[in-house]
């Protein structure tokens, strides 16, 4: 079983819709959940990321971190064409990452 | 502004051919990182340098190895490159020493015939 599993996709969506994208993961140490953007033949960048438990919110997104499920998820509200790329989760124990395998989500105008 | 540098951008090898691919940073980061990215499989770690001096394998280090130039540098060299080892590579790095949020290069795309 992967560290990481995300939800396959490739996702596409309207104009506006709300976007939800998902991971779990099964190492219990983990303590930072990140979540990176990458556009097409580009390194990936840091969306934003998480500590430990709950909600944390930037303008359009939210991560939510449940760690009794050990679920995660990025919402993108009113979602645009330019949020169309591959968006990967990543969970951080003493500095290594593991990353999972990527979504891919295409809004369309 | 030129974070994390990664060349060359394109590669062309032969079966048997060696290769270094170059990678510096300019945020005055400890740690690195050299990745390899193939589709449906996410990122997955080659090698890491915690901090200058010191390497590590990560998940998938065989045919590859590094070297930590200084603390600005950070290379991947294939001795003998395999068609197993088409994929795009990405190098990062992160401030602290295991830092948590890394900054990568816009990457290698490397292909072996």
């Known amino acids: 079983q992967k560290e990481v599993e995300q939800d396959p996709g490739p996702l596409s969506v309207p104009e506006g819709a709300i976007v939800s994208l998902n991971c779990t993961y099964s190492?219990?140490?983990?303590?930072?959940f990140m979540w990176y953007r990458q556009y097409s033949r580009k390194g990936p960048e840091l969306l934003m990321y998480t500590y430990s438990s709950g909600n944390k919110e930037d303008g359009r997104f939210t991560a939510q971190v449940d760690k009794s499920s050990k679920y995660i998820s990025l919402f993108i509200r009113d979602s645009q064409p330019s949020d169309s790329a591959t968006y990967l989760c990543a969970n951080t124990n003493a500095g290594k990452s593991t990353f999972g395998d990527g979504t891919t989500l295409t809004v369309k105008p | 502004n030129a974070g994390v540098t990664q060349t060359p951008k394109f590669q062309v090898l032969k079966t048997g051919q060696s290769m270094t691919l170059q990678c510096a940073q300019d945020m005055n980061h400890n740690s690195m990182y050299w990745y390899r990215q193939d589709p449906g499989m996410g990122l997955r770690l080659i090698y890491y340098?915690?901090?200058?001096?010191?390497?590590d394998k990560g998940e998938v280090p065989n045919g590859y190895n590094v070297s930590r130039l200084n603390k600005r540098e950070f290379s991947l060299r294939l001795e003998s490159a395999a068609p197993s080892q088409t994929s795009v590579y990405f190098c990062a790095s992160s401030e602290a020493p295991g830092g948590n949020i890394q900054y990568f290069g816009a990457g290698t795309r490397l292909s072996v015939l």
């Open positions: 340098s915690a901090s200058e001096g010191t390497t």
């Open positions: 190492n219990s140490a983990f303590q930072y």
